[in-house]
């Protein structure tokens, strides 16, 4: 395809192709290493992206055959000081010598591209090919400047009829037309590399992408708590609005204008602002560490101080100092000198309403933040614990049983004949990294079907915990079962077979179409993430090529299994290095980020919660001076304490409950919105809304009492005196 493109696509002046290689070990003189993150490239690597070349001919480096260019840290790694140029390394797996024509500059890890080894693509893992339907690769191309996107794609497409069309009539007996009438669908995604990380539409990315909804929802969390920390400044100032009342009046009275006091007040509001921000920064740099433990990320405390967030931090300092302090700056300045000491401002500041809608606003934020914080752990503890169809505790995967070379059977064998080993069993593919999907076809229709497809052993059963729903197993004891298919119950629903034993199916997944037949029918489990509808999926046998092994245990120490394996493992592989891992930590890790967002969600719910309780503390102290002689009145006139602490929190009870009401439809629609990625999830259970207004309501109601309980505790005589 590369080539391709840049022949009969003017708009396309440059492509490249990469594949990349995992689990390779490689060795030079007594190092050995198992290397994951190997890319075969194309000669025009150095040309075509802008990793740095540190020693090397960036035109010829990747030209030759057998030729590696290798990252500064792998050449450290290898050769320490010495010069790595010329050296040749050794890749075990195939026994072949590679020699070393470049040291590159490690990738920054921002980069989705990320390798330790760079290999000749003319290395000859690849031969020439005209088959269009394997997608093996990554193909990159640069357009010239100004090319139309959507008319570029449209000469793409053509490339699938011209080229993928026959293709599909040479291995799967029908057109394309004919393919995509049959519900068939084949085509090419083209993304800008920069859109990548945020924005990837597929699987299968170099490394793990992002998601820029994650980014949407967590700046405007950012923002809210912002805006409430801002609604706060704007309550605890007019809380002290009559003592600067008579401030405003003083300075009016000696000839200061209007401007004058409005500039004042937004100059303080911008120093505390100011203020903010140095002490933010200086709280990013301490706490960077344990962000980057929290959020998997490996910021550098020096990237804090780049230009763009220093000028983001002096643009909060003026916008958000004018925003807090404009409402004060305006409201106390409005005053005549006249009304000022009769009295007026005070009678004025009692009108409580843009307060009040202001601590709503709050509280909104911080309920709907608690509801959303509950569900999702409440997600999450349901993914953690649903039953996926068949054990994944207790069962532990080696990933790299080809270095055993020729004693497979023997590790095998001898790890079975262990009494704390249930099972051993070879396979190509260990759930829930299933990723190859293959067409299979009844006979005697045209209709294909996608289907998942991996080969394992006899024991993979045993090793994994599936369970049967009809027929058998594979045995030793049927030769045929070569040929032989486990099935899922998906797999039959979508086949529409009523005794499925027995049934046939043409897989195309080979250099000529082979008939398979079913001997057993699996009861589903899922075998990706709980994101995803349990698809159909076939279980071949065949895995003596495998290079992943399934160890099943019995006992209660995951410890002692790791020690017999590894005894087991130094016999018959004593030079390499044993790498495993466990099945239900791997299922664990396709849920990191919505665990690490449930994390961050907390802290955020409680940092909310607090400052809007901050801003409750400012709003009843104002409230209890304003009506410090009222409360005195009501005193004298025998009212007793509790009535006065009701007479005071009645207000903000209204406020949580109208925070309450409107929080209700902006949680239900993000929180519905989040757990349609899944498609195994928990119902909303509304009671859950109810408790999280309770919270909020009980939090609130006893940072509203301190104030209120100092105030119903005051002398009448001290409040009343001058009255």
Known sequence: MAPTLVNEIPEISESIRLWRWMDVVIKYENNSFTEDKILHADSNFFEFFSFRLLNGDPHTALKEPNSIVITKSSAAKFFGTGDPMGKILNFANDNRAMKVT?????????????????????????????????????????????????????????????????????????????????????????????????????QGEYEPVGNINYIYIFGAIGIFILVIASINFMNITTARSSGRAREVGMRKTFGSFKSQLISQFLIESMIFSFISVVFAFILAVILLPMFNELSGKNLLRRELFNPVLIATGASLIIIVGFLAGSYPAFYLTRFKIVEVFKGGASRGTKSGLIRGLLVTFQFIISILLIICTWIVYSQMRYTMNRDLGFDKQKAIIISNCDRLSNNRNAFKQELSKESGIVAASYTISVIPDVNSTTVYRKPGTEEDHLVGEYYADHEHLAAMGFRVAEGRNFSLDFPSDSTGLLVNETLVKVMDWDEPLGEKLISFNGPTPIELHVVGVLKDFNFESLK???????????????????????????????????GKWKEYASSERLEYAFLDENFNELYRTDVRIGKLLTIFSILAIFIACLGLFGLASYTAEQRTREIGIRKAMGASAISIVGLLSTEFIKYIGLAFVLSVVPASYFISGWLENFVYRVDIDYLIFILSGLISLIIAVTTVSYQSIKAARINPADTLRYE
């Open 102 to 202: 470049g040291v590159v500059q490690d990738p920054p890890e921002n980069s989705h591209i990320q390798f330790n080894y760079l290999v000749s693509f003319s290395s000859g893992y690849f031969g020439p090919s005209d088959i269009w339907i394997s997608n093996s690769l990554q193909t990159y191309f640069i357009t010239h400047p100004g090319v139309d996107i959507r008319e570029l794609k449209k000469k793409i497409d053509d490339l699938v009829v011209k080229y993928v069309g026959p293709n599909i009539q040479q291995y799967m007996g029908v057109s394309l037309e004919q393919f995509i009438q049959n519900g068939g669908a084949l085509g090419y995604l083209i993304d800008p590399v920069k859109e990548i990380h945020l924005r990837s539409k597929i």
């Open 532 to 566: 995803s509808a349990i698809r159909p999926l076939v279980i071949r046998l065949g895995a003596g090529f495998g290079n992943n092994m399934v160890v099943r245990y019995s006992m209660d120490d995951p410890k002692k299994a790791i020690g017999i394996i590894e």
